[in-house]
């Protein structure tokens, strides 16, 4: 992390146990704890750091050295940002508006929409896009008297590739980018060429799976083309005003290296402009609930988790395990970039599709820093953040609890009656996910590797 | 001990009910001729199942999106027309109210105090199914206007 190098701090953990056993032991028993899902994630990682101090792996001045504050307040920051941004309705506008586009033909609505999360997931997170597409994409297919799975799980699909994209995409990339030094940029420039290509060739196997069951009737055809889209948009005052701020904030992602500005710095103040834009004409108590109800969307559970895993793998990473991981993965490929490379990005596709990437993301940060003398520096293991970005990300298409955002959609499917099942799921898209982990090795071995 | 009512003292005792047999369309009849905003549906034996009523109505006549939790909050860029309700009324009139009515409702039993009676009530803003505590049998409902009737008469 960044603001956690294992530095000067020596652990004193109690009853002289060793510090290596005692951090993995704990590192072990709240990863185990998460993937069972009976405690919120938030609780566990909260308990695993409180005790990674406890027991002297850690003390508080050392454990707060561990948080990124960089990624948490770029996560933050841009919660507050959609927070705002979604009261105004133009994640509807632009559904609808890209429905008519193919003129409601279900298998264009198909790809549209997959193409509209896609970009929304990588200019925003991608966990609130699809819980702001879904509604949309559930009221045109009901209209079209279609199934809305094959269009829900082009979605899950679409926001995973989309989020890959940019470094504010998907949590795992802001992990990455804040530790590594990575700008937007680096990011725009490195993946996106390989996201647009991976994007085609999967909504064109969900398009040829699902093709025969995407018929609709012309009359439905006509129901969703009278539609009125400018109507979907409710303030359109906040409506500038958001567009404002995220061309702003895109902007300072943009120019961050020659400004000298972390993304973090650049999502709170943005934050912090939008909700002045938002609060300014009110009286008083109003601002108060208002600035209440923002804050309040803000997803702490996701916050508190992040706060507690950063202490939680520092603490594993000052007691020396994860530069011992880091050895043992150099003997594994040899001291070879081009295996790392391929290791790091299969590796973390098929684990990423197990369990939560993002836990996995932040432990192997440490492990892949602890391999720059190896490979002659921070600046030769590019291709092994980039490795690990596609791998993280693009595997949690992998299975339903591969990613927040999957799990987003079956909750909503499910609410709608329309249940996404785990084996179901995981039949399509587990291969789908192993096409993308193919395209991206080919691009990290031709492209990325020197 | 000063005397405390129970919920005994407003229910509405033997209030029109629906049968679990009955179909969407004959509720709506009822309810209709009822005039109550929900009915207590109960089976063969007398036992309370759940409430159905004109709230349930109205989300079956609107698109499931706009009425499902976490779906969409606005949804005026649709264009709806009475002609479109009627339609999705038609497509549900054979349904059975055993299939759509709320299960996870509040109830009390007769001798519930009063007071506790009325809050649900007040909180619910519908009527409170009154079952006994033996196997849950139906024997009253509270209702703004049996509370109102008793309270005038």
């Known amino acids: ?450 | 001990m000063a005397e405390t009512d129970t919920c005994a003292t407003i229910m509405i005792a033997d209030p029109v009910t629906l049968p679990t047999s009955a179909t969407v369309d004959q509720a709506i009849d009822v309810l209709l001729r009822a005039r109550f905003h929900h009915l207590p549906v109960v089976d063969d034996s007398g036992r309370f199942v759940g409430l159905f009523g004109v709230s349930h109505v109205a989300k079956l006549l609107l698109p499931r999106a706009v009425t499902m939790e976490g779906g969409l909050a606005d949804a005026t860029f649709v264009r709806e027309t009475l002609a479109d309700m009627s339609q999705r009324l038609d497509a549900i009139k054979g349904s059975s109210v055993l299939d759509l009515a709320e299960r996870n409702v509040r109830t009390v039993h007769p001798t519930t105090p009063l007071i506790r009676g009325l809050q649900i009530l007040h909180k619910d803003r519908t009527l409170v199914p009154v079952v006994t505590e033996d196997g849950g049998r139906l024997v009253g409902v509270l209702a703004f206007y049996g509370l109102l009737a008793r309270l005038k008469r």
């Open chain 1, 1 to 450: 992390m960044e603001g956690g190098e294992a530095g000067t701090w020596v652990p004193q953990v109690i009853f002289g146990w060793d510090a290596m056993w005692v951090a993995t032991a704990l590192l072990v028993l709240t990863y185990t704890v998460i993937i069972t899902e009976r405690v919120n994630r938030a609780i566990v990682a909260l308990i695993g750091a409180g005790l990674m101090i406890q027991v002297g792996v850690l003390d508080q001045a050392e454990a707060v050295r561990g948080i990124d504050f960089n990624t948490i307040a770029l996560l933050t920051g841009m919660m507050v940002i959609v927070a705002i941004t979604r009261k105004c309705g133009v994640f509807q506008y632009v559904a609808i508006w890209s429905a008519q586009v193919v003129k409601a033909d279900p298998r264009g609505v198909l790809i549209m929409l997959a193409v509209v999360t896609a970009v929304f997931s990588a200019l925003l997170d991608n966990v609130t896009t699809v819980l702001l597409v879904a509604p949309v994409t559930l009221l045109i297919t009901e209209e079209l008297k279609v199934n809305p799975y094959p269009v829900l799980f082009a979605e899950i699909f679409a926001s995973n590739i989309g989020g890959t994209a940019t470094l504010i995409g998907d949590p795992p990339n802001i992990i990455i980018g804040s530790a590594a030094g990575l700008t937007y940029n680096d990011f725009v420039i490195n993946l996106t060429p390989v996201i647009v290509p991976i994007l085609a060739v999967t909504i064109a196997i969900i398009h040829l799976v699902w093709r025969r069951q995407l018929v609709a009737s012309p009359e439905a055809r006509q129901r969703v083309m009278q539609f009125v889209p400018r109507e979907a948009i409710t303030d359109r005052r906040l409506l500038k005003q958001s567009l404002f701020v995220l061309a702003l904030i895109i902007v300072a992602f943009v120019l961050a290296r020659p400004l000298d500005m972390e993304p973090g710095s650049i999502a709170m103040l943005g934050a912090a402009l939008l909700l002045l834009l938002d609060n300014f004409w009110r009286g008083a108590e109003d601002q108060s609930r208002n600035t209440h109800a923002t804050f309040g969307e803000v997803e702490w559970i996701v916050i508190f988790f992040f706060i507690g895993l950063f202490i939680i793998v520092h603490g594993v990473d000052v007691a020396g395990v994860l530069a011992l991981l880091g050895e043992e993965l150099v003997v594994a490929t040899k001291g070879d970039l081009a295996i790392t490379a391929i290791a790091v990005l299969w590796g973390s596709a098929i684990l990423s599709a197990i369990i939560d990437n993002i836990p996995f993301v932040a432990t192997m940060i440490p492990v892949i820093k602890s391999l720059a003398p190896t490979f002659g520096g921070a600046d030769a293991l590019e291709p092994l953040w980039w490795s690990l970005s596609l791998g993280a990300c693009l595997g949690g298409n992998g299975s339903l609890i591969g990613a927040s955002a999957n799990l987003a959609v079956a909750g909503f499917a499910e609410r709608a009656g329309y249940p996404i099942k785990f084996l179901r799921f995981l039949l399509l898209a587990f291969p789908l996910m192993l096409v993308s982990i193919v395209l991206s090795t080919v691009y990290v071995y031709l492209v990325l590797l020197p």
